[in-house]
Each structure stands twice: as structure tokens, then as C-alpha cells.
């Protein structure tokens, strides 16, 4: 855009400086002041435009890279998002695992107390069974 901008802006330029150089080599040696004068006057005006259409492509430039980091800095903060979730899923996937493991070691301890209240129950009823 740059290239193109400036080309198109000295291009204008060299158009106008053209027209105006032709017309006072070709006029008379008398060529009327007046006549000198708006074509400096034309000439001026159209090195302005051309000199603010070089500000306006530059405050595009600076525009253009402010949105280049903040788009990098969105995809940087996107990933870390994305690494954080990920962690939080794994852990929490863990946690899961561990509580599946303290359940399931929970319920043979509960079988193997439930089997020994039982197994002492059978004792006592056979050791009151000889007593009688």
C-alpha cells in the first residue's frame, strides 16, 4: 500500500510539474504573471494533496501494525487460555482417577469389615452354640 500510495501521490506530481513546465516553455517570453503565478499556485496545491496523502498512507502504516500486535498479542493470550483449560481438564481428570481410587479402596474395606462382622458373628454363634 505504501509503494502504491506514494507512487500514485509523485505521479500526480510529476503530471501537474509537467502540464505547468509545458505551458510556461511554450508561452511567449511575456507570459502574463498572473498566469506563472497560479500555476505555482496549482503546483503547490497539488505537492499539499500529494504530502497529505503521504501522512494519511503513514498513519495507515502505524495503524496497520497497532492491529498486527494487538492480533499477535490476542492469538498469544488465546493460546495461554487454551494451555491453562487443557491443564485445568488434565487436573481435574486426575482428581477424578484419585477419587474412583479412594472410593474403590473405601468399598473392599467396608466388604472386608462387613465380611469380619459377619465371620465374628459366625464365631460367636458357634462358641455359643458349645456353651449351651
Known sequence: MKSVGRA???????????????????????????????LQQRLDAEKAKCTELENLIAQQKIKQADLLEKRT?????????RERMENYISEIA????????????????????????EEGKYLRAKLNARSE
Open 8 to 38: 500514485a501521490a509523485h505521479h500526480i506530481l510529476a503530471v501537474v510539474t509537467s502540464i505547468a513546465w509545458l505551458y510556461v516553455s511554450r508561452a511567449p517570453a511575456n507570459v502574463p504573471a498572473a498566469v506563472v503565478a497560479e
Open 73 to 81: 498479542a490476542l492469538q498469544r493470550l488465546r493460546e495461554q487460555n
Open 94 to 117: 486426575s482428581k477424578e482417577r484419585q477419587i474412583e481410587e479412594v472410593k474403590e479402596k473405601l468399598l473392599a474395606a467396608t466388604n472386608d469389615r462387613n465380611a469380619k462382622i
